[in-house]
């Protein structure tokens, strides 16, 4: 058994190999409590020269360490330097720390919630160019977050983004076309501004015009769009491909449906009718084992022909 002299001196040694390894600091850190994830942000030699290039006024570079702190990339996540960045940003005429300061306000994110000075921050961003930041602006005047709820300003931000390539600011304005909010009513329009909104990676935009779609029963178009959304990884997209217009796909014919069918069974998370079509499609090609596991997916989301399947194989 060791004794407790040993067991100091032991202590003591590996004190004396860690600062021949790291120097003076790790004593100090161990010494004073900090942790060992400030010792690696310390060594981090693209940490030390942003933090030089932002101190000498870079703004970019100042909202950048900002981004760090936010997601904890290559730093502890901490949200109240991320402020203090994105703050710094701002001040020197950042749009995109303007922006990022806004949403920590608006989220209360290292900072105590402020609608109202968040929506200010959006209209210096969006002044300083951050398109973002205008269809932010839109959205908390629809909402009325931080102001009182106009839809005119709404609708005026949501097509200055839309114009300049947000596809959220497109949907958004599709939507009050639709519906009738402040604009007269145009399913036209709407339709159009959806289909744009989906063209540049909106899946929200791909849903809503695929939905109008399937209203008028044109399933093709319908699946086409609420396929693309299921892809960009919009899962009330994914369950519609599959409850509402998965049974168009009576029987799996070839690679196309395929791959249609197991993207839908995939993502869904709700219905089986896609999981048990690729689970028949194995099985009539031989493919017994992969079969099992979609019938078995199947059945457990309460398709009940998976359930009685798997019950004939197994009786």
Known sequence: MFDKRMAITLFLGMLIILGIIFGDRVVENISSGKKI????????????????????QDGEVCNKLGDMYHTGKNVSLDYENAVEYYTKA??????????????????GLGIEKNNWSALKLYKKACKYGEIEACYNIGSMYYHGE??????????????????????????????????????KRDLSEAISL???????????????????????????????????????????????????????????????????AQNACRVSTQGGTMCYRVGLYYEEHDE???????????????QSQSCKHLGDLFS
């Open 146 to 183: 931080g102001t009182k709820r106009n839809y005119y300003t709404a609708a005026k931000y949501f097509k200055k983004s839309c114009n300049r390539g947000v596809g959220a600011g497109c949907n958004d304005l599709a939507f009050m076309y639709e519906n009738g909010k402040y604009l």
């Open 37 to 56: 994830s400030n010792l690696i942000e310390n060594d981090s030699k693209a940490v030390s020269y942003y933090k030089k290039a932002c101190d000498f």
């Open 194 to 260: 959806y289909r744009e909104a989906c063209d540049l990676g909106e899946a929200s935009g791909c849903n809503n015009v695929a939905y109008i779609y399937e209203k008028r029963n044109n399933d093709v178009t319908a699946r086409g769009f609420y396929s693309k959304a299921c892809d960009l990884g919009d899962t009330p997209s994914c369950n519609r491909l599959e409850s509402v217009l998965g049974n168009k796909i009576r029987a799996i014919k070839g690679e196309v449906d395929l791959k249609e």
């Open 90 to 107: 701002c001040e020197l005429e950042s749009g995109a720390g303007c922006n990022n300061l806004a949403f920590m306000l608006n989220r």
């Open 288 to 302: 017994h084992e992969k079969a099992r596991d979609y019938f078995e997916k199947a059945c457990n989301r309460g």
